[in-house]
């Protein structure tokens, strides 16, 4: 359980660093003014990782639990 414990770090860490660039890259007006398919990808890709974050951290909240 530790292993899996010490993954799921590592996957919550590398998910909220991509999570904040795409917030950089929401922040930049020329985003809004280029393609519409390069702004629904952006927006679409971090809301895959805010999911994707919130399943991680449940599963961490379990193993942690069966921890005790």
């Given amino acids: 359980q530790q292993k899996e414990l010490d993954l799921l770090l590592a996957r919550i860490t590398a ?3 991509e999570l904040e660039v795409l917030d ?6 020329a985003l809004y003014m280029g393609p519409k398919s390069e702004l629904e990808s952006v927006r679409t890709r971090r809301s895959e990782l805010q999911a ?8 961490w909240e379990e193993l942690e639990t069966l921890a005790g």
């Avoid at 950089?24 to 007006?29: D, E, I, S």
């Fill in 52 to 59: 994707q974050v919130a399943g991680l951290y449940a599963r």
């Fill in 15 to 17: 998910a909220e660093i």
């Fill in 24 to 29: 950089a890259r929401l922040g930049q007006p």
